[in-house]
């Protein structure tokens, strides 16, 4: 399931995927998928874009229900990209290497073994 969290990129809230999801919505990345189709019809960079894109944004919203216009914002609503939860308030920390979570403050508590 695709948690929607406050995303501070796009300054409002959005669903994000989990890793496997988001292999859904980009098998391989979307300038490769770009590529490939522009091999394969001969299509403009443009048209390319728009038809990759709708491909992506159509996955994206059958699996959060949400409807995104901008394919190139799906590449990083993505969990992982946002660090463990924090500790304190259990909002992801905005990047996996930061050091203090963005939303109270809390500095981040490492798990060392
Ligand atoms: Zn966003
Ligand atoms: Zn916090």
Known sequence: MAITMCCWRCNADRPLLTDEEYQQVFR???????????????????????DVGAAALATYER???FKENN???LYHHR????????????????TPAANFCAACSAPRRHANV
């Open 63 to 65: 699996i959060t229900g």
């Open 71 to 73: 394919p190139f914002a």
């Open 79 to 94: 969990l992982s990209l946002y660090g463990p939860p924090c500790d304190k308030c259990g909002k992801p920390l905005r």
């Open 28 to 50: 391989v990345s979307f300038m490769e998928q770009i590529r490939k189709y522009r091999e394969e019809t001969g299509m403009g960079l443009r048209q390319a874009q728009t």
